[in-house]
Structures are given as structure tokens and as C-alpha cells.
């Protein structure tokens, strides 16, 4: 009945599907893809049981470890989970160029278009005024000229010293330091190299404002504060290292003479006489700390490797000395103003230490006494009169210490947490025992009396746009402080 009901084409399209079927039940088609759907079958169950068959591996074996960024992981953007050695290695393990194993020339090393030489010729002539100077208040004799500069020479010691004290009672008759009279003036700012600065330092001259700073690529800037081009400031660029520069050392008594030391372990003395960058030390440890007793201008002390300390003679251009004095690396070094033969170390194993550098040679020195942190200790110096001593730790404090054998101990809280991409904070002393300095996160700088044990001062401006993290007091010029910055720009704060 129903098929009586159908159209035209509704009865021609049912026609086409019975002969359709027809055509295909005479090929066999359906059977065909049947035999074919269980074979495919057949193979998925087989694969499937072979790759569960696979053997075990041995307990022993280490775990594989899936790298999680902290957002995923739900903690926030900082540096907290991380350890202290994570922190401290970013530039160690960064991929550098091949070490270049001999000397530099000045010339190679520049980083310009044209060899500038009126940097030489700058430092040149301050080392030989500086000497000269030197000669006429009998501190001594010889010049950068004649090889002798380097030699020890305890009077120019003493006439430094006599010198700075001068300085420090004519400043004392005209006032003592007001910390309201510290500030920051436009033309004392300076983006001197082109990456992190891990340290900077001022030439140690009476005559000149010159900063020389080292960045985690290995760049060495000079920045002479008291001369502006119609450029802008005078900067003057070299690349003498492949690493992260760790320490710098302007000789005192032949300023043309510097030395640096680097992570990938070298040790590089800049003569500006012969315009050169000659290669004086190569380790295959990492080189973390660079310093030099006062009295003695021919040791070079280094922080080496995993708690290392290492003194090298350049008149025999070999070590005198290595000793293994704390479980992770030495972050400073510093000697006591007072007692030449004290020592200070920081470092990473979360301790501070004094030493007694009147050992044999077959003996390290001993330890005077030991200052101890939750975390990591990144400097550790005395202050100028040598009563007192300053720390700076990963734990958020400031430690200070004085007394006849530094007994007296008190801590006070400070953020210290900069994360990775900052250099790490190191307060450091002003130029008597009055204040101790250091950046703050709030791109300033704070200042601490050791008396109250407080803050007492927030060093600020407009014309920061950094957080200051390395600084350093100018020896000669009271109330010249420099903060250096993880942008390579540095700071002069100067009094009015």
C-alpha cells in the first residue's frame, strides 16, 4: 500500500539501491571488509601488549627530573625556593667565549670604533703625578716608569695613611658628615658598561673622580666623573675577560697599573704605560673574590673555587700559599686597617671568619673567630678605624661586631633578597665608623649607624631609576659615594 503512495523518484532511487547492493554482493565487498577490520584489530591488541612488556629498570637508576617554571609550580616570581648556590652561579654557568691565554693589548680589547687613547693617556699622567706627589712627601722612591711602583714600601703606606688622616681633620673642622647634605646630581650619572656590575671602585687619588667598574660579560668601564664632553659623560669600554668580573684593584702607589680577576679563573694586570692587559694567573676554578693587604703590594689574595684561598707573589709570579678555609666559595676579602695581620672572609657556607695571617708555611691561619648566618654571607668588612666589622647575609640581616675580639654581636633586619637578576647587596663603611651603606629594593640607599643599630637615613631621588647594589666610598673625597646598578649605570652621591 505504501509503495502505491511513492513518487516517480522515490521508486527509481529504491531500484538504484537494490541493484547497487546486487552489484556488491556479487563482489564480495562486504566480506572483504570485514576480514580487513579484524586485522587491524588484531594489531592494536598486539602492539598495545608489547609495549607494556618492556623491561624494568633498575632502582638504582637516577630520576628523571621534570623542570617546572615557578608559575607553574604556584609560587610567585621571586627568588624564594631557590638555594643559595642556585642564586650565586647564574654567570658561573653561563656559556662563555674561549679564555684567551696571553696577553691582551689594550688596543684589541677596546670596544669602540676607533682606539681611544686619551684614557692611557689620562691614567698615565695621574700615576706619574701621583708619584711624583708621593716623592715629595717622602713617601718613598720610585715611579710606574722604573718597575719599582709594586714593591713594598712601608712609608708610602704610613704617608697614605698620615695623608687620608689629614684629609679627614680638615673636614672635621669644617663640619662633620650630614647625611641630609648627601645628594645626587644629574651630571653624576653614567651608564658605564653594558651589562650587570659586579663591582665597582674608585681610583684611589686626590686629584681625580674616576670609577672603574666590571659587569657579569667581562666588560671593564672607566668613567672620569670630573670631565664631560659635549657627548655626554667620558666613558671608555674594554673587554679583557670571557666571564663575570669578580674583583678589581687600582695599585695605590702606581695607578696605572690595575688588576682583575674573573670567574672563568683569570687574573689580568692592566698596564696603561704599555698598554696592555697581561696575563699574571689562570686557574681552572672559578675566581669569586679579589683584595690586597695595604702594606703589601706584592700579594694578590683570591677567592678560589669551593672555599679556596689562594695567594699569589708577583715577584715570582707563582702561589705562596693555598688553603681550603671555608665549605663554599669566598665571596670578600678584606684586611684589617688596624691589625695588618687580620683577614676577613664571607662566605656562601652561611659564615663570616676572622683569621690570623701570622702562620708558617706549613700551617693555615687560624681562625680568630667565627660569625654564623641562616644563609649565605656575601661580604664581610671592616671599618675604616678596624674596631668593627659589617656583614651582609641572604638571611635579611646586617651583622655587626665589635669589642677587643669583635664579642659584642648584634643583628638587625634587612631585605636583602635581590632575586637572580640583581647583584647581591653588600653594605660597606662610609669613611669613618659612623655609617654603614647599602642599596635598598626601593632604588635607595639605606644607611645604618652602627651605634643605634637602625636605619637612620634613606638615601633618594628622582634621578634614580635603579636599584644601587655594589658601592664604594671615594678614600680622598668625604662624602663621594658610588652605587653601581645590575643596568651598568652608576650612581655619585656627593656632599654639598
Same mark, same amino acid.
Given at each position: 500500500?505504501a509503495s502505491q503512495?511513492?513518487t516517480?523518484y ?7 539501491i537494490?541493484?547497487n547492493?546486487e552489484?556488491l554482493a556479487a563482489?564480495?565487498?562486504?566480506? =572483504?571488509a570485514?576480514?580487513?577490520s579484524?586485522a587491524?584489530k588484531?594489531s ?5 601488549s608489547?609495549t607494556?612488556?618492556?623491561? =624494568?629498570?633498575p632502582?638504582?637508576e ?8 615557578l608559575r ?13 648556590? %642556585? ?6 654557568t653561563?656559556k662563555s667565549?674561549?679564555k684567551v691565554?696571553?696577553?691582551l693589548?689594550m688596543?684589541?680589547a677596546y670596544?669602540?670604533d676607533e682606539?681611544?687613547?686619551?684614557l692611557?693617556?689620562?691614567?698615565v699622567?695621574l700615576?706619574?703625578k701621583?708619584a711624583h706627589?708621593h716623592?715629595?712627601n717622602g713617601?718613598?722612591i720610585g715611579s710606574?716608569a @722604573?718597575?719599582?711602583?709594586?714593591n713594598?714600601?712601608?712609608?708610602r703606606?704610613?704617608?697614605?695613611s698620615?695623608?687620608?688622616e689629614?684629609?679627614k681633620e680638615e ?6 658628615? =650630614?647625611?641630609?647634605?648627601? +645628594?645626587?646630581?644629574s651630571?653624576n650619572i653614567a651608564?658605564?658598561?653594558p651589562?650587570r ?9 686626590s686629584?681625580?673622580?674616576?670609577i672603574?667598574t666590571g659587569d657579569k660579560? #667581562? ?9 664631560v664632553?659635549?657627548?655626554?659623560n667620558e ?5 679583557p ?6 674583583g678589581i684593584l687600582?695599585?695605590r ?7 682583575t680577576?674573573c670567574?672563568?679563573?683569570?687574573v689580568?694586570l ?6 696592555i692587559f ?5 686557574s681552572d676554578?672559578t675566581?669569586y673574590?679579589?683584595?690586597q ?12 673555587g669551593p672555599?679556596?684561598l ?9 702561589? +705562596?700559599?693555598?688553603?681550603v678555609?671555608? #665549605? ?5 676579602? @678584606?684586611?684589617?686597617?688596624?691589625n695588618?695581620?687580620m683577614?676577613a672572609?664571607?662566605?656562601?657556607d ?9 702562620y708558617?708555611?706549613?700551617s693555615?691561619?687560624?681562625?680568630l673567630?667565627?660569625f ?5 654571607v656575601?661580604?664581610a ?10 656583614t651582609t647575609?641572604?638571611?635579611?640581616t646586617i651583622?655587626?661586631y665589635d669589642?677587643?675580639?669583635f664579642?659584642?654581636?648584634? +643583628?638587625m633586619?634587612?631585605?636583602n ?5 640583581l647583584? +647581591?647587596?653588600r653594605?660597606i663603611?662610609g669613611?669613618d665608623?659612623?655609617?654603614?651603606f647599602?642599596?635598598?629594593m626601593k632604588r635607595?640607599? @639605606? ?7 637602625k ?6 631621588s628622582?634621578?634614580?631609576?635603579a636599584?644601587p ?5 671615594h678614600p680622598?673625597e668625604i662624602g663621594?659615594? %658610588?652605587?653601581a646598578?645590575?643596568?651598568?649605570q652608576v650612581?655619585?652621591?656627593t656632599?654639598?
Open positions: 500500500m503512495n511513492l516517480e522515490e521508486r527509481k532511487r529504491l531500484e538504484n537494490r541493484r547492493d552489484m563482489l564480495k565487498i562486504h566480506s =572483504k570485514s576480514e580487513v579484524a587491524a588484531r592494536r591488541v598486539a602492539s598495545k608489547y607494556l612488556k618492556s623491561e =624494568k629498570k632502582k638504582t637516577t630520576p628523571v627530573v621534570i623542570r617546572r617554571s607553574s609550580r604556584g609560587m610567585p616570581p621571586d627568588s624564594e625556593g631557590l638555594k643559595d648556590v %642556585a642564586l650565586e652561579s647564574v654567570n658561573v653561563e667565549p674561549a691565554l696571553g696577553p693589548s688596543r684589541d670596544e669602540g682606539f681611544d687613547r686619551s692611557v693617556e689620562a691614567i699622567g700615576a706619574k701621583e706627589s716623592a715629595l713617601e718613598g710606574c @722604573d718597575g719599582n711602583a709594586l713594598v714600601v712601608k712609608e703606606s704610613v704617608g697614605a698620615c695623608d687620608l689629614r684629609r673636614y672635621k673642622v669644617r663640619g662633620t658628615l =650630614k647625611l641630609e647634605s648627601l +645628594t645626587l646630581d651630571d651608564r658605564v658598561v651589562s656590575i659586579t663591582t665597582a671602585r674608585f681610583f684611589p687619588s686629584s681625580v673622580k674616576m672603574v660579560l #667581562g666588560n671593564l668601564g672607566f668613567w672620569n666623573c670630573d670631565s664632553n659635549n657627548e655626554g666613558v671608555h669600554l674594554y673587554h675577560h670571557p666571564a663575570a668580573i669578580s687600582v695599585q702607589y702606581c695607578l696605572s697599573k690595575i688588576y680577576s670567574y672563568d679563573g683569570l689580568r692592566m698596564d696603561a704605560e704599555k698598554e697581561d696575563l699574571v694567573f689562570n676554578e675566581l673574590s679579589l683584595s693587604p695595604n702594606n703589601d703590594a706584592n700579594c694578590l689574595y683570591f677567592g678560589e672555599g679556596g689562594t695567594i699569589w707573589d708577583s715577584r715570582t709570579g707563582k702561589c +705562596t700559599s693555598q688553603w678555609l671555608h #665549605g663554599s666559595r669566598i665571596n670578600t676579602i @678584606d684586611f684589617n686597617q688596624e695588618l695581620h683577614m672572609t664571607s662566605s656562601s652561611g659564615t663570616a671568619c676572622t683569621w690570623d695571617l701570622r708558617n708555611k706549613k693555615k691561619p687560624s681562625a673567630r667565627t654564623t648566618h641562616q644563609r649565605a656575601h661580604s668588612y671592616f671599618s675604616p678605624s678596624g674596631r668593627s666589622l659589617a647575609s641572604l638571611d635579611n651583622g655587626i669589642g677587643v675580639n664579642e659584642n654581636a648584634s +643583628t633586619f634587612h631585605f633578597q635581590t632575586g637572580r637578576w647583584s +647581591t647587596f653594605g663603611w669613611w665608623d659612623s655609617y654603614i647599602v642599596g635598598n635607595g640607599v @639605606d644607611v645604618i649607624s652602627p651605634v643605634h643599630k636605619i637612620v637615613r634613606t638615601l633618594q628622582p634621578h634614580m631609576s636599584i647594589c655594589r658601592f664604594d666610598a680622598f663621594t659615594l %658610588a652605587g646598578t645590575s643596568g651598568g650612581y655619585v652621591w656632599s654639598s
